[in-house]
């Protein structure tokens, strides 16, 4: 809800425990006030004290009163007028000054929500606030749209900088800016690296600046774009916790700033290291938006309203809660050595089990039998795979199966018929700057002839075979900021200008081909973030499959995104990652807990493990929904412990799905209790597994005991409400 006080020029924008006030005051500046629990639409311009200069505090030439931006809390940070902290957005002007104040100008509410024309946004719903300020030194105006889903305490906010009669260059060109309160916090990062993303890490917030980035052209395996703030009180059940999520798949970089008076500025968008932005006279510039949420809830109950938001908002609405393909992928089964006879043996064995489509992942295009060469080249080896695809896909046919394909758009070889044809399009200086990584180049997505021919050869592909779904991998990083189309003073623009090219080609895609289901990946799960699961309902959480690391890799996701948004799949062992061996059963549990599939020479195993495939494939599809829609509970951390344990619970209560694993056995081990999650107090649940019916208060408080199990095994229980 929001509501705007006009005698005391007061925006209260409330969720349903949380209020985020602004005031003007009374020089024109918008101030804030609070982010925190909910309250009455009192007046609280008794604040004002915060916005009183102390020492050394610059006043600016307009201030009337006694006011200072040094210590005022602000809604966008403004540079060099006196506030010293982060600043949200650096207008220079062509005499090279860079300074700015902003005066609010108008406002308005409106039912819905904005929508950002070329970039991921919030798909409607929630009600906004559209605040325009004006910097009075340049003319320039920023509009800061916030919206406010009520129900999930969710606020989105996103700026839109327009130049006036003066053209201006953005240095800094941040989504949102908010001052919290003064106070002790804590910071929680996911970060990670290439087979180990999303680690969560949790650190006190000392005076000065903590940021997490990444300039790496994407969002990166390294970094999320996704940072809490909590108080040190806050576990993962209760206690306050601010978070921010960048729906941006680009360098990024967000900062919490610790002040002299102890306030928190919290802050971000897209990473100001190497962007720059030309806007001339009347051009506007959008900035991605950033999801902000608060609760009390704990940890817990940030990712919970997190997972509403991104499945209710963000992803695609048509796939969000439809029945996933349960795939297989050839890509650990075979790697790069296929041939018609391995993908066709693949293929029986697949329809045989109750698998619905087959992936081909790398090397069906081009001269491409290892990762050197062909990329770009988007026509069908027909050496390697007679027939083409139609043979595959005919074959898949006959036995029920449909059929997926592998492609990476953004990339080209230099061993390939497209860079013979056109080397100028990769980006970089040839032969000066042009650093390789995996063996390839990355093609100039800000350039839209690039754009449309990759978009061609993609959907001639498309058109022309049944193709019903799509994983759209990206190996490797930006290293080289740089295109020759640019003007020198442009390229800045460029990092920026990529992702949008990327965005432009997903969204092409999609339109063009809405039957076709869309998979995320980055040599594994490197772009994860929201910016990509607006195109792609579901994003290849990793490389490392193994069961244990995937435990810790799941359970970091899910800080921050669905589990339906994480696919997950059962591989190998001794796994390719780790050499681990780990029981069938367990990957299969492990798996369970996203969107799930396989990655094997299904043609290999045991008859045991295949009759495991046919019943893992059928309990997978029993809770199906739970994942899909239900609320995750994360019960027992694989990092902080020897055991890994989450529950998923419906919404109405009366069903839940437990999965645990042992990391380690341990002897003697009689009196470990799981205290479960999210249950209805006074219900009473029948545990099948477990052969017990109990109330809800009872499995929450005096708990379940553990099972006594060896190294890397797996216990999983249905819980269904008898009572
Ligand atoms: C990286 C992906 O994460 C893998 O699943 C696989 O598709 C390879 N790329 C293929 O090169």
């Known amino acids: 809800m929001i509501i705007f006080q006009a005698s005391s020029k007061t925006f209260y924008l409330h969720g349903k425990t949380s209020s985020y006030v602004i005031w003007i005051d009374p020089n024109g500046y918008p101030v804030h006030l ?26 600016p030439p307009d201030a009337e009163n006694w006011f200072s931006l040094d210590i005022a809390g602000q809604e966008y940070g403004t540079y060099a007028q006196g506030d010293f902290r982060t600043p949200s957005c650096i207008l220079t002007r062509d005499d090279g000054d860079s300074a700015s104040r902003f005066h609010y100008e108008s406002h308005r509410v409106f039912s819905g929500a904005p929508e950002l024309s070329g970039l991921p946004h919030a798909r409607g719903g929630g009600e906004t606030l559209e605040l325009t300020l004006c910097d009075v030194l340049s003319g320039t105006r920023v509009t800061l749209f916030y919206t406010v889903y009520e129900a999930l305490d969710i606020l989105v906010r996103s700026a839109c ?9 953005l240095k800094r060109a941040d989504s949102f800016c908010v001052d919290l309160e003064e106070g002790d916090y804590e910071t929680i990062c996911l970060h990670g690296r290439h087979c180990a993303e999303r680690t969560p890490e949790r650190a006190p917030l ?49 900062t919490a700033e610790k002040s002299q008076a102890g306030t928190v500025r919290l802050c971000g968008g897209i990473d100001p290291l190497n962007f720059s932005w030309r806007l001339e006279a009347g051009e506007r510039f959008y900035t991605p938006q950033a999801v902000l949420c608060r609760t009390e809830e704990g940890l817990g109950g940030l990712s919970r309203r997190y997972a509403d938001f991104l499945r209710g908002y963000l992803l695609p609405p048509a796939w969000v809660h439809a029945p996933r393909p349960v795939v297989v992928n050839n890509w650990e089964a075979t790697y790069f050595d296929f041939t018609n006879e391995k993908l066709f043996a693949l293929a029986d064995e697949a329809a045989a089990l109750g698998v619905d489509t087959l992936v081909l992942d790398d090397g069906w295009f081009g001269k491409r039998n290892d990762d050197t060469s062909g990329l770009g080249d988007w026509f069908v080896n027909e050496e390697k795979l007679q027939g083409g695809l139609s043979a595959v896909i005919a074959h898949c046919k006959a036995r029920g199966l449909k059929f997926g394909l592998w492609f990476e758009p953004e990339m080209v070889s230099e061993d390939s018929e497209l860079y013979r044809l056109h080397p100028d399009w990769a980006i970089g200086k040839a032969e000066v700057s042009r650093c390789r990584g995996r063996n390839q180049l990355v093609l100039d997505m800000t350039r839209p002839e690039i754009v449309d021919h990759v978009y061609e050869r993609m959907a001639d592909l498309l058109k022309k075979n049944e193709i019903s779904y799509v994983k759209w991998d990206m ?84 800080y921050s995104y669905p589990m339906s948004a994480m696919s997950c799949h059962v591989s190998v062992c001794p796994n390719h990652q780790t050499g681990r061996t780990t029981p069938f059963s367990t990957r299969g549990a492990v798996a369970s807990l996203g969107a799930f ?54 919404k109405d209560g009366r069903e839940g799905y437990v999965v645990g694993m042992q990391i380690h056995a341990v002897p003697a081990d009689t009196d470990h209790r799981l205290r ?6 006074d219900a009473r649940y029948e545990i099948a597994e477990l052969g017990l019916t109990l109330h809800g208060s009872t499995l929450m408080r005096a708990g379940v005991l553990k099972p006594s199990l060896p190294d890397f095994t797996s216990f999983v229980w249905h819980l269904k409400q008898v009572g």
């Open 34 to 59: 609070h982010y925190g629990g909910r309250i009455a639409e009192d007046d609280l311009t008794y604040f004002d004290m915060r916005t009183r200069p102390v020492s050394f505090s610059p006043i």
């Open 161 to 169: 900088i327009a130049a006036g009669k003066q053209p201006v260059t």
């Open 206 to 254: 000392a005076h000065g600046t903590y940021t997490v980035s990444s300039s790496r052209g994407a969002s990166s395996h390294q970094m999320n774009p996704f940072l809490v703030l909590a108080k040190p009180a806050c576990t993962e059940d209760r206690g306050e916790a601010f978070g921010a999520l960048l729906v941006y798949s680009g360098s990024f970089s967000l």
């Open 475 to 558: 190996n490797r990083h930006i290293s080289e900021f740089y295109s020759p189309k640019l003007a020198p003073a442009r390229q800045g623009e460029f990092a920026h200008r990529y992702i949008l090219g990327v965005y432009s080609l997903a969204e092409r895609l999609q339109r063009s081909f809405p039957h076709v289901f869309f998979e995320g990946c980055s040599g594994g799960g490197g772009r994860f973030d929201a910016g990509m699961l607006y195109y792609f309902p579901q994003y290849w959480t990793s490389d490392d499959t193994d069961a244990f690391e995937r435990c810790k890799i799941q359970w970091g996701t899910s």
């Open 597 to 650: 599939g396989y990655e094997l020479a299904l043609g290999n195993l045991t008859a045991e493990e295949k009759e495991l495939v046919r019943a893992q494939i059928r309990s997978y599809r029993a809770v199906e929904p739970l994942i899909q829609t239900g609320d995750l509970y994360r019960i027992s951390d694989p990092f902080a412990s020897n055991l890994f344990c989450v529950a998923v619970v419906s």
């Open 676 to 681: 479960l999650k999210g249950l209805r107090e």
